[in-house]
């Protein structure tokens, strides 16, 4: 499975970004999707992470209420809808899927992975 997440940008302080995740294979449908972010100097971390089906989205405490995961398996593509963004939401993104229906936050259950896409927050 290639994944290439794309939509992010340089936006203020309290705007919204919708970043994609789209796949190369149909098969993507039956796999859990997590979104990471790496900030500049800064460990990945997990941001949040949607089932194969849509359902038991998940999010990192920092994001919770601000940012909101969701599938469309008939385009092959995950989104990660960010709004109220903060300056320390600045990071390289990154879409990555498991090789299971379900997943957890822990990057090492994810197998296969974009390539990062940048969103910038300015204050």
């Known amino acids: 499975v290639q994944l290439q997440a794309y939509g992010g940008g340089f936006v203020q302080a309290g705007d919204s970004l919708r970043l994609s995740c789209a796949a190369s294979?149909?098969?993507?449908?039956?796999?859990?999707v997590g979104w990471f972010r790496q900030a500049p100097g800064k460990e990945r971390e997990f941001v949040a992470r949607i089932s194969w089906n849509g359902g038991q989205p998940s999010y990192a405490d920092s994001v919770k209420g601000r940012f909101a995961i969701s599938r469309d398996n008939a385009k092959n593509t995950v989104y990660l809808q960010m709004n109220s963004l903060r300056p320390e939401d600045t990071a390289v993104y990154y879409c990555a899927a498991a090789t299971s229906a379900y997943s957890g936050p822990s990057s090492a259950s994810y197998k296969y992975w974009g390539q990062g896409t940048l969103v910038t927050v300015s204050s």
């Open positions: 294979r149909r098969t993507f449908s039956n796999n859990a």
